[in-house]
């Protein structure tokens, strides 16, 4: 069975700091798929990025950089200067790799509330 | 282009009653998958449709069914309301839900059913 631990419930920070959300997920699957979520208070899910477990590059986009550590089942996000648009609610989430048959199943963590402050 | 749509955004209903909730894909999408979203539970997997077929379920009870159009809009259906059905019900959408190399999983903002 899949599993991803959010371990962070809710972290707190001030305008301009670095925070890393934690996420450590748990698959016997060879091939899978990893993605991060943000649900600001409006309630929507917005997808931040999707990666494939055959490729560990690091990503960064703008402030946002994403670390994969297949060894250690991690997929780590760091938000660089934060901002308090920033403020929501982070989901990581695993889905496998069907290559036939479909069927879009996503497990989620339980999530990280990001406060930012000024 | 148009996201994903929900309606309605807000349901109140009692006990026993049954509902409907409506999600409109973005264009072009045919996979069309539910999402159950409470602060207990947090987000589990309801079941997926393509083509009109369900092609994955999650572990819900038969209460809950869900059905898609030739168009791709999906129902859900919950029938005989209980408190513990009250919650956040996201739709989500992708071209074919099968996770090709770069597709994505987007989301609604969601039906918030409340049963009283």
């Known amino acids: 069975a899949q599993k991803v631990t959010q371990a962070q419930t809710e972290i707190s920070v001030v305008e301009k700091e670095d925070v890393t959300l934690d996420c450590v997920y748990e698959?016997?699957?060879?091939?899978?798929?990893l993605f991060w979520y943000k649900q600001p208070p409006s309630g929507e899910l917005v997808f931040l990025i999707r990666?494939?477990?055959?490729?560990?590059q690091n990503e960064i986009s703008g402030r946002y950089s994403w670390n994969f550590q297949k060894s250690t089942s991690s997929f780590n996000f760091t938000i660089t200067a934060s901002q308090v648009v920033d403020s929501a609610v982070y989901f990581c989430?695993?889905?496998?790799?069907?290559?036939?048959?479909?069927?879009?199943?996503?497990?989620f963590g339980t999530g990280t509330q990001l406060k930012v402050e000024l | 282009k148009a996201g994903v749509t929900q309606t309605p955004r807000y349901l109140i209903k009692t006990r026993g009653q049954q509902v409907t909730l409506s999600c409109s894909p973005i264009?072009?999408?045919?996979?069309v998958s539910w999402y159950q979203q409470t602060p207990g539970q947090g987000l589990q997997f309801l079941f997926e449709?393509?083509?009109?077929?369900?092609?994955n379920k999650g572990n819900f009870p038969g209460r809950f069914s869900g059905r898609q159009f030739s168009n791709s809009r999906s129902e859900m259906n919950v029938s005989t309301l209980e408190l513990g059905d009250s919650a956040l019900y996201l739709c989500?959408?992708?071209?074919?839900?099968?996770?090709?190399?770069?597709?994505?999983?987007?989301f609604g903002s969601g039906t918030q059913l409340s049963v009283l």
């Open positions: 698959t016997r699957d060879t091939t899978y798929y």
């Open positions: 264009s072009g999408h045919r996979s």
């Open positions: 989500a959408s992708s071209l074919y839900g099968t996770y090709g190399p770069n597709e994505k999983l987007f």
């Open positions: 990666r494939n477990s055959f490729d560990e």
């Open positions: 989430a695993l889905s496998e790799a069907k290559i036939t048959g479909g069927g879009n199943k996503l497990t």
């Open positions: 449709y393509f083509s009109e077929t369900q092609r």
